[in-house]
């Protein structure tokens, strides 16, 4: 089930970045929970635009063109769920396939261009079709109502970036994203996700350990290269006598009721002007992922309450 | 589905250690193919008593007590499997709860103690119950069954320690872990697998990505603390223009037919004598989980055949 | 997963009666696939008018104002598929919620309006919500792309109505059922339906036995009250050993090679102007069903395939 | 997930019925309930010897040669359960392939020998594998848990043979079926099934009715060839005026409160002295899936709470 996320609140995720429309179906949402329209649109904003301080048109160039605005399908009435599943869909407004039609007979390197003609035989060679990061939108559209549902609980879900290159600075970031936008390379950054109230004993032992979860949802984001918990991979030089107060909040697979964190690394976008390739390009796609974390994050959780 | 693995094979895991026996329920094997014995005992022996190099008194003290015995239950006939449930068990012939029981009463530090009672309002006091790492055998069983049918296929898995603390020569491993063991401390450990051979276009694109798979499949291991691919974390430091080249041999979240490479990090045990934990202790526990790592990459790359 | 059916070919039903609209999401269909939108558009008319044969201002009133128009959102380009999900929308062009008005405080007797309100606390009053029988559509557009890739194979699937009431001549159905239309009542129905071509072995022992999957399949079609295959029912006053010859087309959960029938009967509609219930309504459901029974069908096998 | 049921309490099945032994591994299950040994213990001998008024030489043969004993492996401590996967095996004492030789390379008519081969390619010749309705048996046990549970909700289960052949005066069942036996031959059955207790709302719309998981639950019984609840087939002839009184418990595919009334049809056994195949015969199978009916139901419903 490739495009189907979950088994206790199913997200359809459906669409190709320059077909008619990008969307989803969000099922086992509970009847009577009010949707927050204003914050979906807010973390859609963050989405396209990128978070409010590296907002610039040196770290997120498309945003300007690419209003997301939800139609609601289903599931909702006056505002209140009705326990039946919501469809959403965001219109393609900016549908320009001959921006594309050069990539109809050449692959760009380092994109999933090639291999997806090679698994299917054929392609939508607009824009990336799916394999395209616009599809994190409807992904930030469901999770917003996981969190919505999940905040009503008393867990908050916040992602930061930490990390862009070797800077830890965030006072520094714009600036370095800027320098790699101007001379159209980009680079890399990490992301760190706390999660505050989870009531002890989320996650199951054995296969469906909270860490597993929460790994396969961030590592299906697009350009995610690792994810990591509590001590994670620098723990590796600590002796078992120093390192046990680094649990990430997770013992045995089952959350112990502190504060749950974890961080995961976005690569560069090979897609750069400085690789050959001609359009747009992001220099820091970690700064648009942040709400996408955020939203895979509630997306997991939500499945084990 | 919290002790069943997989759609395709599906793999479901019982059994507390020190209960009559562990075991599992491998259910989607193919019909007609040989099964190996001699290699699940040799993989199970590398379980249980370390990979060869490494194997000391120092390295893992409970060996000479836990020689895994595999019963066959279904599923094979003449050593050849039916295309019906492949169940099979491992008697807890060691099973001695009496060492566990001062445990009854207390709850071991940095361990899965406290929380399985939060959650089930019941706990195994006996040696962790599920949360023991013995479970991992039964994964050892299932995983080199998958590992079979791989090969066949052309596809090879290994996995090795490539860092224990600080140290990246494999040659200084055995000293350096048999120098925690005296000091009854831990340390922890990187393994990095590489699996060859996998036909270019395994994996699917949104959600069930490979490298989520696989994610989801390594860090639903004990102790497991961090899982990535291709440049990884160390990857944020390089710039696009740079990086292109460490895919890691997925791209889009399909496998693009190069040899797929991935690390995971292994903490230290917590239970160590220094830490006050009487009984065994492992000095570190990433040298016996390196045919876990195998095996339980097996069982997630064969949903995908 | 309520509203999900299926593993392999994934259908995500979703929309309200007099909502903004109905659709589906159809996950796991191959790329490559030509879609015939004609036979989905007379797949379409069969429901929404009932088969060729019996339409009739008593037997369909509805028909004039519900042209079901079919909006295709994703997964086909230029008529072919992609194999990424094909989302489509059915928009309720005809949603009068005043003509539901009267029913926001009262539930139809037969409906399932009080159990959804109990269950949800909340309720779509707007025509039934999902609960009605507008929700089939949506299968009848999924189950009509299945029946293409099945025929594209060799499978053939034709359902029939072969009772109506007690009678069961076809010639004479359309008079018994205009009589039960002019007494504001209505009758129930059985139809019958041949798979034909499906290859031997489909069908899993044990739980996913072809004929359980069949009769999930299609008890889930609003009011379907019964469903037997083979000699079914009727079978039961014959000995073993005459028997034998009615096995259906499955054996051991496993089609056989020859031709699959099973029958199933639909409950006449329990809102009747006789009931007292206002508005429109079909003398036999049945009459409908047929189309859905054959989607309901095509989507159970080509989980199979 | 050929064996595999459900995905709240997962019960997988396993084991030829020839083979060392058969079982089931039962996850979901809660922890702290008590396990009523003997309540399962009477239920397999129900399964094994027929219902208690039934059991007599010409009803059931075989009885005396299978006393199924229950092997726990794990998942209890202490007759309680833990939270964790409960393993559970039955020995095949009686196993004695030599009296299946002759079906070394011949296929019994009416039975699933010859489907078994073309789909596996091999085959367990030895009593029918995992075809074998041996295999209900672990069905028996793990349905004997999912009925404890709902009975501490208050939900009863009861089911009954109504019919056998044409005769439906359960005081003649037995001489019915000891003149089939006497003549090498058998007949079908009805079991007609009551719930009692569900609390209003258990069920979904759409895909997952409560009908329609009935219905797969029960329909993946070997044997069975129908499935009906409410009105059923006989409805009919009924017009909606007057069949609205038996809607069988369910209304939209989910519980009403009242109880639910549903009946299935067995086929009689095709292999019968009379069709030239030796050995053990059941004159009825009906008699025998009572048990197992009710224990399907059970495995069904836990999914539900």
Same mark, same amino acid.
């Given at each position: 089930m490739a495009?189907?996320f979950g088994?206790k609140?199913?997200?359809t995720?459906f669409?190709?970045?320059?077909g008619a429309a ?5 099922d086992? $949402?509970?009847? @009577?929970?009010?949707v927050d329209?204003d914050? %979906?649109? +807010?973390e859609?904003?963050?989405r396209?635009e !990128?978070?409010?301080?590296l907002?610039?048109e040196?770290?997120s160039p498309r945003a300007?063109n690419e209003p ?5 399908l ?6 209140v769920?009705?326990g ?8 393609n407004?900016?549908a320009r396939?001959?921006d594309y039609?050069?990539l109809?007979?050449?692959?760009r390197?380092?994109h999933?261009?090639k291999?997806y003609?090679?698994k299917?035989?054929i392609?939508?060679?607009?824009g ?8 994190t ?6 999770g917003?109502i996981a969190?919505?549902e ?7 879900i916040?992602?930061e970036l ?7 600075d ?5 600036? $370095?994203?800027a @320098?790699y936008q101007?001379?159209?390379d980009s %680079?890399g +950054? ?6 505050? !109230?989870?009531?002890?004993?989320t ?13 396969y949802?961030?590592?299906?984001i ?6 990591e ?12 006598s120093?390192?046990n107060?680094?649990?990430g909040?997770?013992s045995?697979?089952i959350?112990?009721g ?5 961080r995961c690394v ?7 002007p400085?690789?050959g390739v001609k359009?747009?390009?992001d220099?820091?796609?970690?700064v648009?992922?942040v709400p996408v ?8 959780l939500?499945?084990f309450?």
């Amino acid at each position: 089930m490739a495009n189907i996320f979950g088994n206790k609140w199913s997200f359809t995720s459906f669409g190709e970045s320059h077909g008619a429309a990008i969307g989803g179906v969000l099922d086992g $949402v509970p009847a @009577g929970m009010r949707v927050d329209i204003d914050l %979906i649109r +807010g973390e859609l904003s963050r989405r396209s635009e !990128g978070v409010k301080e590296l907002r610039s048109e040196g770290v997120s160039p498309r945003a300007k063109n690419e209003p997301d605005e939800v139609e609601w399908l289903s599931g909702v009435l006056d505002g209140v769920t009705l326990g039946t599943p919501i469809a959403f869909i965001i219109r393609n407004k900016d549908a320009r396939p001959e921006d594309y039609e050069y990539l109809k007979h050449t692959y760009r390197v380092g994109h999933a261009d090639k291999v997806y003609e090679q698994k299917y035989g054929i392609r939508d060679w607009r824009g990336g079709g799916r394999a395209s990061a616009r599809e994190t939108a409807a992904r930030v559209v469901a999770g917003c109502i996981a969190k919505q549902e999940l905040a009503a609980k008393g867990v908050r879900i916040d992602a930061e970036l930490i990390q862009v290159g070797a800077e830890t600075d965030p006072a520094k970031f714009a600036e $370095v994203i800027a @320098g790699y936008q101007r001379e159209g390379d980009s %680079i890399g +950054g990490i992301i760190e996700c706390r999660i505050n !109230g989870l009531p002890v004993g989320t996650g199951e032992p054995i296969f469906d350990k909270l860490q597993a979860h929460l790994a396969y949802a961030i590592m299906s984001i697009n350009a995610c290269k690792g994810f990591e918990y509590g001590a994670g991979f620098g723990g590796v030089t600590q002796p078992g006598s120093a390192i046990n107060t680094l649990s990430g909040g997770i013992s045995g697979g089952i959350s112990d009721g502190t504060d749950i964190i974890f961080r995961c690394v976005f690569k560069p976008t090979p897609s750069t002007p400085k690789a050959g390739v001609k359009g747009r390009h992001d220099a820091c796609v970690a700064v648009r992922a942040v709400p996408v974390v955020e939203a895979m994050t509630a997306l997991s959780l939500v499945q084990f309450l």
